[in-house]
């Protein structure tokens, strides 16, 4: 079982609608829970960090995270064809300071 | 205000050739991260410095891989005797917070590696 995972898509949604984006990770030890966002041929950009049970949000993102689930996902509302890029998932656990990331979902957002 | 930095952005190497990808964190950012992210995967750990204290080197795949920073600043990543297999995107990244609980790291543009 890979530590962190997601659904690779690509996931298609129209223009407007909320795109959601899903991960689950094994560690029940994780604290920090990150989504980057990557452009094709670009770095990964920080969009999000959580570290709390519940919801953050921030303009049109929103992360949530269920730590006796092990889930943590991120829904964007009013989804604009400039979100289409790889949203990645990342880990962070006490102790080890690197991020585990997941592969990562392609988001596609149709005009 | 100045991002994290990585030179060069693209090399190419023949295989057997050594390389040296430098990384300038964002000032004042204690920790800097080396990553390798091969096509349609996330980045994969190299290395972990604190300062100028490489605390984590659990992520170079072989003796090959060698990082420093000297200086607790800019940071070099070496690979000798390159091989095809190390054609990926290398990415730095740093952070200003050294507690792990709030380990936002930023990452700066990669570089892209091709060994022929």
């Known amino acids: 079982q890979k530590e962190v995972e997601q659904n690779s898509g690509p996931l298609s949604v129209p223009e407007g609608a909320i795109a959601s984006l899903n991960c689950t990770y094994s560690d029940r030890g994780s604290q920090s829970f990150f989504w980057y966002r990557q452009y094709s041929g670009k770095s990964p950009e920080l969009i999000m960090s959580i570290y709390s049970n519940g919801d953050k949000e921030d303009g049109r993102f929103t992360a949530q995270l269920n730590k006796a689930s092990q889930y943590v996902s991120l829904l964007i509302r009013d989804s604009q064809p400039s979100d289409s890029a790889t949203y990645l998932c990342a880990v962070n656990t006490p102790g080890f300071q690197k991020l585990v990331f997941g592969t990562g979902t392609r988001l596609l957002v149709s005009p | 205000g100045a991002g994290v930095s990585q030179s060069p952005r693209y090399k190419v190497a023949k295989r057997g050739q050594d390389v040296a990808l430098r990384c300038d964190p964002i000032s004042g950012h204690v920790s800097l991260f080396w990553y390798q992210q091969a096509l349609g995967q996330g980045p994969e750990f190299l290395t972990y410095?604190?300062?100028?204290?490489?605390?984590?080197k659990s992520g170079l795949p072989s003796d090959r891989f060698f990082a420093e920073r000297p200086e607790g600043s800019v940071s070099t990543l070496k690979i000798q005797r390159t091989q095809q297999e190390d054609s990926a995107v290398y990415l730095c990244?740093?952070?200003?917070?050294?507690?792990?609980?709030?380990?936002?790291?930023?990452f700066g543009p990669g570089t892209r590696l091709t060994v022929l």
């Open positions: 410095f604190q300062n100028e204290a490489q605390l984590d």
């Open positions: 990244a740093s952070s200003f917070d050294r507690r792990s609980s709030y380990n936002e790291q930023f």
